[in-house]
């Protein structure tokens, strides 16, 4: 914007309230003023100051809880929309610690919507694991994975508190074609007991299907806590 224009009285509003969080001097979880409170510092109306605190609440920054307040939003972990990396990875890019949770590995049979995802007949047998993964010690993803045996014959025999499921499978049938399905979804009571969510907070959730030589080698749904992740991608013309 041109120094001849004067910003809008919202978005001066917008960059005090960043400048606060970027410098520091408001650190995650602090409680902002109330909108009286701001209405009286910046002598603007209460829709001025309420469109910066609800555009500061879209972007990620802020967390408004109703009949409690605002507050600085803890950073989004974040994953790059078209490509596939394991979770561990991720974190550790970041310069967190990567940990795993397994809940069950068993093997069942394929129902109508296992067969037609991996590409089998029904009632063929399917590897079926559930697991969480952490940052620190906070769960950021909920992992149901199924697996085509004849792709990864010994994958229920792994440690996968050793070894991300993705970094097995990539070593023992290297993806060559991936799908993603992605949607925001109301997570089951026990997946959202798992990631310590809110209640009534969403889920964004990732749906894969990777496949190897033309075969399908897995189908997963990853369940990230909306409040503590997003995806970005990246368009080249």
């Known amino acids: 914007m041109p120094a001849d ?3 809008p009285l919202y978005q001066k509003v ?12 408001w650190p995650v979880n602090h409680r902002l003023p109330s909108e009286h ?4 510092q910046f002598n603007v109306s209460r829709m001025t100051v309420n469109r910066a605190l609800r555009e500061l609440t879209d972007e990620g920054r802020l967390v408004r809880l109703q009949g409690v307040g605002t507050f600085v939003a803890p950073p989004k972990a974040q994953s790059a929309l ?13 310069g967190h610690r990567h ?9 069942i049979e394929a129902n109508a919507e296992l067969a037609y995802a991996l590409d089998i007949a029904l009632k063929s047998p399917v590897f079926h694991t559930q697991m969480v993964h952490y940052e620190d010690e906070t769960p950021i993803q909920y992992e149901e994975r199924w697996v085509n045996p004849a ?7 792994q440690d996968f508190e050793s070894i991300t499921a993705h ?3 990539s070593s023992v049938a290297p993806f ?17 007991d798992e990631l310590s969510m809110l209640k009534n907070e969403p889920c964004l959730v990732i749906q894969r299907r990777t496949w190897s030589g033309g075969n399908v080698v897995t189908f997963v749904r990853l369940w990230f806590p909306a409040s503590r992740y997003r995806l970005v991608g990246r368009f080249f013309a």
């Open 5 to 7: 224009i004067p910003l």
């Open 14 to 25: 917008k960059t005090y309230l960043l400048g606060q969080i970027d410098q520091g001097i």
């Open 37 to 40: 409170e701001l209405v009286a």
């Open 167 to 169: 970094d097995y499978l």
């Open 151 to 157: 792709a990864a014959p010994h994958y229920l025999q």
């Open 176 to 192: 060559s074609e991936g799908e993603h399905v992605v949607e925001a979804l109301q997570p089951s009571k026990k997946i959202a």
């Open 82 to 94: 078209f490509e596939i990396h394991s979770i561990a990875a991720e974190i550790t890019s970041r």
């Open 99 to 107: 940990r795993c949770r397994v809940l069950n590995g068993t093997r």
